[in-house]
């Protein structure tokens, strides 16, 4: 299986901050990675596939980027709503694997 | 607009088999996409369990093969996920979730908790 690793775990951050939360591969898998917020007691919304393509309906304020095995997610300027947490999949080789999740406190 | 809605028991004994079934609405089942199954037991991260085409093709998380199986009935625009064997362990939420051309999940149900308890 494709490890998935994000990092950091846990981010403490203000609204307006910029901020990164880093997906790493255990193998390329070819852009194949998308990032999903998920708040307490919903179910994730993807927000990036294929690396760097937003998917339609979410703020411009998300980007993603990357290749071969590292990846980011960025968020230009922290809105309230966005204190969630961010999972990173892997859809290039079964099984699918997801990143343990990154927390995005307020700080 | 594309909506899921997973239905199944909230409770389950130890050694038996889950079932949940995700009906689909908006969209057709038999379109040349995968559905599919996701997890995540309480306050923990997500596991992809399955994916399933409406011809029947499956793939499975090896760490749950022997005990999976995803079906589909395009009649009923739903499809369905059993677990055997349960155990403490398999208590989570269930997603059912669409699966875009490319793989990841753009559209989700909202999830359906599952306990194992005797």
């Known amino acids: 299986d494709i490890q998935m690793t994000q990092s950091p775990s846990t981010l403490s951050a203000s609204v307006g901050d910029r901020v990164t939360i880093t997906c790493r591969a255990s193998?390329?898998?070819?852009?194949?990675l998308a990032w999903y917020q998920q708040k307490p007691g919903k179910a994730p919304n993807l927000l990036i596939y294929?690396?760097?393509s937003l998917e339609s309906g979410v703020p411009s304020r998300f980007s993603g980027s990357g290749s071969g095995t590292e990846f980011t997610l960025t968020i230009s300027s922290l809105q309230p709503d966005d204190f969630a947490t961010y999972y990173c999949?892997?859809?290039?080789?079964?099984?699918?694997?997801f990143g343990q999740g990154t927390k995005l406190e307020i700080k | 607009q594309v909506q899921l809605q997973e239905s199944g028991p909230g409770l389950v004994k130890p050694s038996e088999t889950l079932s949940l079934t995700c009906t689909v609405s908006?969209?057709?089942?038999?379109?040349?996409?995968?559905w599919g199954w996701i997890r995540q037991p309480p306050g923990k991260g997500l596991e992809w369990i399955g994916n399933?085409?409406?011809?029947?093709?499956?793939y499975y998380n090896p760490s749950l093969k022997s005990r999976v199986t995803i079906s589909v009935d395009t009649s009923k625009n739903h499809f369905s996920l059993k677990l055997s064997s349960v155990t403490a362990a398999d208590t989570a939420v269930y997603y059912c979730a669409k699966v875009a051309s490319g793989g990841y999940n753009d559209y989700w149900g909202q999830g359906a908790l599952v306990t194992v308890s005797s």
């Open positions: 999949q892997q859809y290039n080789t079964y099984p699918y694997t």
């Open positions: 193998q390329s898998i070819n852009g194949y």
């Open positions: 399933i085409y409406h011809s029947g093709n499956t």
């Open positions: 294929t690396a760097s």
């Open positions: 908006g969209y057709s089942i038999s379109s040349n996409i995968y």
